[in-house]
């Protein structure tokens, strides 16, 4: 089985934009969530979609957004980008309940 | 609350040598699972082992081998002869509640370097 693609891996946005960010799930598995990953405040969980639909959120503000397709593909989306969005987002595919989360590469986000 | 304590920053090992990464965690749900993950330069977060709360015995697996103790509440983890490649940073990770099957709490991450 391929494994979880993230798409892009690096990008290079200037602040005030907003960017879309790519997950491509393992196949059969329904559940996507996403991660930051910053030097300062570590691996935190943004949001997990199941099914197309959101089933969990992290503590984090509304201009983090996501959706989830009916082919379990996933976009997260950041508008009005800060200097402190800059960080390394890793996607996570699980099959069901709390089985293992594989994760991608990441997409390596810098603000300037 | 629920939280993942991995109070070592850094670590720094002689290739051959036997380390150990210790993680201890806080939840207030019966049922949770623990995970282990290593993160290499690359980037991508590497599955390593899921270990349920109802589960206390050890596993082993090659030279990986893992300790999870209820009553101390921790889930420590063993590389035996370690190894350059070994070098990675390692997380260990919490999933609680019903609720929250597809969320996991990390700890701050052990940077293990190996040295030959």
């Known amino acids: 089985k391929a494994g979880v693609t993230q798409t892009p891996r690096y990008l290079i946005k200037t602040r005030g934009q907003q960017v879309t960010l790519s997950c491509s799930p393992i196949?059969?598995?329904?559940?996507v969530s996403w991660y930051q990953q910053t030097p300062g405040q570590g691996l935190q969980f943004l949001f997990e979609?199941?099914?197309?639909?959101?089933?969990n959120k992290g503590n984090f503000p509304g201009r983090f957004s996501g959706r989830q397709f009916s082919n379990s593909r996933s976009e997260m989306n950041v508008s009005t980008l800060e200097l402190g969005d800059s960080a390394l987002y890793l996607c996570?595919?699980?099959?069901?309940?709390?089985?293992?989360?594989?994760f991608g590469q990441g997409t390596r986000l810098t603000v300037v | 609350a629920q939280k993942v304590t991995q109070a070592q920053t850094e670590i720094s090992v002689v290739e051959k040598e036997d380390v150990t990464l210790d993680c201890v965690y806080e939840?207030?749900?019966?049922?949770?699972?623990l995970f282990w993950y290593k993160q290499p330069p690359s980037g991508e977060l590497v599955f390593l082992i899921r270990?349920?709360?109802?589960?206390?015995q050890n596993e082993i697996s090659g030279r990986y081998s893992w300790n999870f103790q209820k009553s101390t509440s921790s889930f420590n983890f063993t590389i035996t002869a370690s190894q350059v490649v070994d070098s990675a940073v390692y997380f260990c990770a919490l999933s609680a509640g019903s609720s929250n099957t597809g969320k996991l709490i990390f700890g701050q991450g052990t940077t293990l370097q190996v040295k030959p």
């Open positions: 196949s059969g598995h329904r559940s």
């Open positions: 996570a595919s699980r099959d069901q309940g709390f089985a293992e989360a594989f």
């Open positions: 939840t207030r749900d019966t049922t949770y699972y």
């Open positions: 979609y199941f099914s197309e639909t959101q089933r």
């Open positions: 270990r349920n709360s109802f589960d206390e």
